[in-house]
Protein backbone atom coordinates (compact mmCIF):
# COMPACT_ATOMS: atom_id res chain seq x y z
CA UNK A 1 0.00 0.00 0.00
CA UNK A 2 1.20 3.27 -0.85
CA UNK A 3 2.28 5.54 2.05
CA UNK A 4 1.31 9.36 2.50
CA UNK A 5 2.83 11.76 5.03
CA UNK A 6 0.58 14.74 5.49
CA UNK A 7 3.68 17.09 7.52
CA UNK A 8 1.82 20.87 8.46
CA UNK A 9 2.80 23.29 10.77
CA UNK A 10 -0.08 25.32 12.13
CA UNK A 11 -0.40 28.40 14.30
CA UNK A 12 -4.56 29.21 14.72
CA UNK A 13 -5.74 25.09 13.40
CA UNK A 14 -6.59 26.39 9.82
CA UNK A 15 -4.01 24.67 8.65
CA UNK A 16 -4.85 21.53 10.85
CA UNK A 17 -8.17 21.54 9.50
CA UNK A 18 -6.66 21.51 6.09
CA UNK A 19 -4.28 18.87 6.73
CA UNK A 20 -7.10 16.23 8.34
CA UNK A 21 -9.17 16.94 5.12
CA UNK A 22 -5.60 16.25 2.72
CA UNK A 23 -5.24 13.17 4.94
CA UNK A 24 -8.62 12.07 4.01
CA UNK A 25 -8.08 12.40 0.74
CA UNK A 26 -5.24 10.50 0.39
CA UNK A 27 -6.58 7.80 2.25
CA UNK A 28 -9.43 7.77 -0.51
CA UNK A 29 -7.35 7.62 -3.31
CA UNK A 30 -6.06 4.05 -1.54
CA UNK A 31 -2.87 5.57 1.02
CA UNK A 32 -1.79 4.34 4.42
CA UNK A 33 -1.84 8.24 5.74
CA UNK A 34 0.77 9.80 8.76
CA UNK A 35 -0.60 13.10 9.56
CA UNK A 36 2.62 14.61 11.50
CA UNK A 37 3.18 18.05 12.99
CA UNK A 38 6.86 19.88 12.84
CA UNK A 39 7.97 21.84 15.87
CA UNK A 40 7.20 25.42 17.25
CA UNK A 41 10.12 27.45 17.65
CA UNK A 42 8.39 30.67 18.56
CA UNK A 43 9.08 32.04 22.29
CA UNK A 44 6.65 30.88 24.46
CA UNK A 45 5.97 34.65 25.38
CA UNK A 46 5.42 34.90 21.93
CA UNK A 47 3.17 31.86 21.38
CA UNK A 48 0.84 32.91 24.77
CA UNK A 49 0.84 36.25 23.11
CA UNK A 50 -0.52 35.50 19.84
CA UNK A 51 -2.40 32.58 21.58
CA UNK A 52 -1.66 30.01 19.07
CA UNK A 53 -3.04 26.92 18.94
CA UNK A 54 -1.22 24.38 20.99
CA UNK A 55 -3.15 21.57 21.08
CA UNK A 56 -3.24 19.05 18.68
CA UNK A 57 -3.98 15.49 18.11
CA UNK A 58 -1.30 15.11 15.82
CA UNK A 59 2.30 13.80 17.07
CA UNK A 60 5.96 15.98 16.28
CA UNK A 61 7.61 14.21 13.43
CA UNK A 62 10.23 11.91 14.47
CA UNK A 63 13.01 13.88 12.61
CA UNK A 64 14.06 14.10 9.08
CA UNK A 65 15.05 10.64 8.70
CA UNK A 66 11.24 9.52 9.08
CA UNK A 67 10.73 11.34 5.42
CA UNK A 68 11.91 8.23 3.65
CA UNK A 69 9.31 6.10 4.69
CA UNK A 70 6.80 7.67 2.37
CA UNK A 71 6.06 7.45 -1.04
CA UNK A 72 4.31 10.89 -1.30
CA UNK A 73 4.67 13.88 1.35
CA UNK A 74 2.58 17.12 1.79
CA UNK A 75 3.00 19.82 3.45
CA UNK A 76 0.69 22.34 4.56
CA UNK A 77 1.90 25.96 6.22
CA UNK A 78 0.28 29.43 6.63
CA UNK A 79 2.15 32.26 5.21
CA UNK A 80 4.24 34.41 6.53
CA UNK A 81 5.21 37.57 5.01
CA UNK A 82 4.36 35.41 1.76
CA UNK A 83 6.83 32.21 2.53
CA UNK A 84 6.72 29.48 4.22
CA UNK A 85 7.12 30.09 8.56
CA UNK A 86 10.38 29.76 10.45
CA UNK A 87 9.17 26.36 12.08
CA UNK A 88 7.93 25.02 8.78
CA UNK A 89 11.59 26.32 7.19
CA UNK A 90 13.99 24.90 10.01
CA UNK A 91 12.55 21.25 9.37
CA UNK A 92 13.23 21.39 5.70
CA UNK A 93 16.79 22.93 6.89
CA UNK A 94 17.63 20.13 8.18
CA UNK A 95 17.31 17.18 5.42
CA UNK A 96 20.75 17.94 4.41
CA UNK A 97 21.43 14.19 4.53
CA UNK A 98 18.60 13.66 3.08
CA UNK A 99 19.23 15.60 -0.20
CA UNK A 100 23.07 14.50 -0.19
CA UNK A 101 21.63 10.48 -0.36
CA UNK A 102 18.81 11.51 -2.94
CA UNK A 103 16.31 9.56 -0.62
CA UNK A 104 13.60 11.45 -1.94
CA UNK A 105 13.66 11.50 -5.47
CA UNK A 106 10.75 10.24 -7.12
CA UNK A 107 8.45 10.56 -4.41
CA UNK A 108 5.53 12.80 -5.04
CA UNK A 109 5.22 16.22 -3.25
CA UNK A 110 2.69 18.80 -2.45
CA UNK A 111 1.68 22.24 -0.48
CA UNK A 112 -1.54 23.72 0.88
CA UNK A 113 -1.05 27.09 2.64
CA UNK A 114 -3.58 29.44 4.33
CA UNK A 115 -3.69 33.34 5.06
CA UNK A 116 -5.40 35.86 5.99
CA UNK A 117 -6.46 38.03 3.31
CA UNK A 118 -7.40 36.84 -0.65
CA UNK A 119 -3.67 38.43 -1.78
CA UNK A 120 -1.79 37.62 1.36
CA UNK A 121 0.84 35.61 0.03
CA UNK A 122 -0.89 31.78 -1.18
CA UNK A 123 1.49 31.30 -3.90
CA UNK A 124 4.20 32.30 -2.99
CA UNK A 125 3.68 30.36 0.19
CA UNK A 126 3.26 27.86 -1.97
CA UNK A 127 5.89 28.17 -4.09
CA UNK A 128 8.69 28.52 -1.24
CA UNK A 129 7.55 25.18 -0.03
CA UNK A 130 7.42 23.57 -3.78
CA UNK A 131 11.17 24.65 -4.24
CA UNK A 132 12.31 22.43 -1.12
CA UNK A 133 10.53 19.95 -2.53
CA UNK A 134 11.59 19.91 -5.88
CA UNK A 135 15.30 20.65 -4.86
CA UNK A 136 14.48 16.78 -3.31
CA UNK A 137 14.16 15.46 -6.54
CA UNK A 138 10.76 15.34 -5.78
CA UNK A 139 7.80 15.62 -8.58
CA UNK A 140 5.04 17.99 -7.62
CA UNK A 141 1.08 17.80 -8.05
CA UNK A 142 -1.33 20.96 -7.20
CA UNK A 143 -4.83 21.11 -7.00
CA UNK A 144 -5.22 20.95 -11.11
CA UNK A 145 -8.38 22.48 -12.37
CA UNK A 146 -10.14 19.45 -12.63
CA UNK A 147 -11.50 20.71 -9.01
CA UNK A 148 -13.75 23.39 -10.73
CA UNK A 149 -15.03 24.55 -7.27
CA UNK A 150 -11.77 26.86 -6.95
CA UNK A 151 -12.90 28.89 -10.03
CA UNK A 152 -15.32 31.47 -9.57
CA UNK A 153 -16.04 34.81 -8.02
CA UNK A 154 -19.46 33.93 -6.26
CA UNK A 155 -17.72 33.66 -3.02
CA UNK A 156 -14.17 34.55 -0.94
CA UNK A 157 -11.97 31.28 -1.48
CA UNK A 158 -8.72 29.94 -1.33
CA UNK A 159 -7.20 27.14 -4.08
CA UNK A 160 -4.68 27.49 -6.41
CA UNK A 161 -3.65 25.05 -9.22
CA UNK A 162 -0.41 25.19 -7.05
CA UNK A 163 -2.12 23.81 -4.17
CA UNK A 164 -5.20 23.58 -1.79
CA UNK A 165 -5.51 26.77 0.48
CA UNK A 166 -8.04 28.30 2.90
CA UNK A 167 -8.34 32.16 4.00
CA UNK A 168 -8.59 32.93 7.45
CA UNK A 169 -8.94 36.44 7.81
CA UNK A 170 -6.98 38.73 10.05
CA UNK A 171 -8.18 37.86 13.29
CA UNK A 172 -8.01 34.01 12.21
CA UNK A 173 -12.20 34.39 12.48
CA UNK A 174 -12.82 32.58 9.03
CA UNK A 175 -12.57 28.91 9.37
CA UNK A 176 -11.90 26.55 5.57
CA UNK A 177 -14.86 26.41 3.46
CA UNK A 178 -16.54 23.17 1.89
CA UNK A 179 -15.17 24.23 -1.15
CA UNK A 180 -11.54 24.69 0.42
CA UNK A 181 -11.72 21.24 3.08
CA UNK A 182 -13.19 19.39 -0.74
CA UNK A 183 -10.09 20.85 -2.46
CA UNK A 184 -7.39 19.69 0.26
CA UNK A 185 -9.30 16.25 -0.06
CA UNK A 186 -8.93 15.99 -3.87
CA UNK A 187 -5.19 17.35 -3.98
CA UNK A 188 -4.59 14.53 -1.34
CA UNK A 189 -6.21 12.01 -3.54
CA UNK A 190 -4.48 12.90 -6.61
CA UNK A 191 -1.45 12.74 -4.96
CA UNK A 192 -1.94 9.55 -3.47
CA UNK A 193 -2.90 8.23 -6.43
CA UNK A 194 -0.10 9.91 -8.37
CA UNK A 195 2.26 7.94 -6.15
CA UNK A 196 0.69 4.67 -6.76
CA UNK A 197 1.35 5.11 -10.18
CA UNK A 198 4.87 5.30 -9.91
CA UNK A 199 5.23 2.96 -7.20
CA UNK A 200 4.44 0.46 -9.78
Known sequence: ?????????????????????????????????????????????????????????????????????????????????????????????????????????????????????QHGGQETTLFSIITNLLHHGMTIVGLDYGFQAQMGVDAVKGGTPYGASTIADGDGSRQPSKDELDGARYQGKRIAETAAKLAA
Do not use: C
Open 1 to 117: MTKVLVLYYSSYGHIEQMADAVAEGARAGGAEVDIRRVAETAPQSVVEAAHFKTDTKHAEIEGPDALVNYDAIIVGAPTRFGRMPAQMAQFWDTTGAQWFSGALVGKVGGAFTATAS
